[in-house]
């Protein structure tokens, strides 16, 4: 099982698996990913799905799942103060439930190689960069490597850059406002409760 965290991975490793089992001289075993848009609740969705579904329609097949894969774009990770998501609650959760293997893959690029394409496939259809739309974090630094020949590298660290200033700024925008309580990820027990008394009250 490869876990993905957005739909830009999913593509990458859909063809990826598929480029190796028409390639490779080795059998290719059993393989599936699941996309789980997005990092809130990683541990308890990951989880979920492997107990509820993945293992249980796989024991139905005959089948048993041996390895688990997580795989996630660093960009998402760049800029949070803690970690999004504790990997070794993660591994420790797989190993309970019997799996074998697990192992993380982090991906750097992905997201900006498929902005890349996307970008590309926009001024091609004949959309012209002074467009609104084509302002955006990540459109206009990459539009230069498209139209300039400026450097792919460059950019893509100017879109990095951007993207931590764009989430600092957010929140210090969320923390400015008092009527926002913070509630702490790791503990979902604990906020899933405080946010069912506050809609109680």
Same mark, same amino acid.
């Given at each position: 099982?490869?876990?993905?965290?957005?739909?830009? @991975?999913?593509?990458?490793?859909?063809?990826?698996?598929?480029?190796?089992?028409?390639?490779?001289?080795?059998?290719?075993?059993?393989c599936e990913v699941r996309n789980m848009h997005g990092v809130s609740r990683y541990s308890s969705k990951l989880s979920g799905?492997?107990? &509820?579904?993945?293992?249980?329609?796989?024991?139905?097949?005959?089948?048993?799942?041996?390895?688990? +894969? +997580?795989?996630? @774009?660093?960009?998402?990770?760049?800029?949070?103060?803690?970690?999004?998501?504790?990997?070794?609650?993660? !591994? !420790?959760?797989?190993?309970?439930?019997?799996?074998?293997?697990? +192992?993380?893959?982090?991906?750097?690029?992905?997201?900006?190689?498929?902005?890349?394409?996307?970008?590309?496939?926009?001024?091609?259809?004949?959309?012209?960069?002074?467009?609104?739309?084509?302002?955006?974090? &990540?459109?206009?630094?990459?539009?230069?490597?498209?139209?300039?020949?400026?450097?792919?590298?460059? !950019?893509?660290?100017?879109?990095?850059?951007?993207?931590?200033?764009?989430?600092?700024?957010?929140?210090?925008?969320?923390?400015? @406002?008092?009527?926002?309580?913070?509630?702490?990820?790791?503990?979902?027990?604990?906020?899933?409760?405080?946010?069912?008394?506050?809609?109680?009250?």
């Amino acid at each position: 099982m490869i876990f993905v965290e957005g739909d830009t @991975d999913k593509l990458f490793f859909d063809r990826l698996v598929q480029y190796y089992r028409q390639t490779s001289s080795v059998p290719i075993a059993s393989c599936e990913v699941r996309n789980m848009h997005g990092v809130s609740r990683y541990s308890s969705k990951l989880s979920g799905k492997l107990k &509820g579904q993945i293992i249980p329609s796989a024991a139905r097949k005959g089948m048993e799942v041996q390895a688990v +894969c +997580c795989s996630y @774009d660093t960009d998402v990770f760049e800029y949070a103060e803690r970690p999004v998501v504790d990997w070794s609650r993660v !591994a !420790a959760e797989i190993r309970r439930l019997g799996i074998k293997e697990f +192992c993380e893959v982090t991906v750097e690029q992905m997201m900006e190689e498929g902005l890349y394409q996307e970008v590309r496939s926009l001024l091609d259809s004949g959309v012209t960069a002074d467009m609104q739309s084509m302002q955006g974090l &990540g459109y206009k630094e990459l539009i230069p490597v498209l139209t300039a020949g400026a450097s792919l590298q460059d !950019a893509m660290e100017r879109i990095k850059t951007g993207t931590r200033n764009y989430a600092r700024r957010q929140l210090i925008w969320f923390r400015r @406002d008092k009527n926002i309580r913070w509630l702490p990820s790791e503990q979902l027990d604990s906020a899933a409760k405080t946010i069912i008394h506050s809609l109680e009250e």
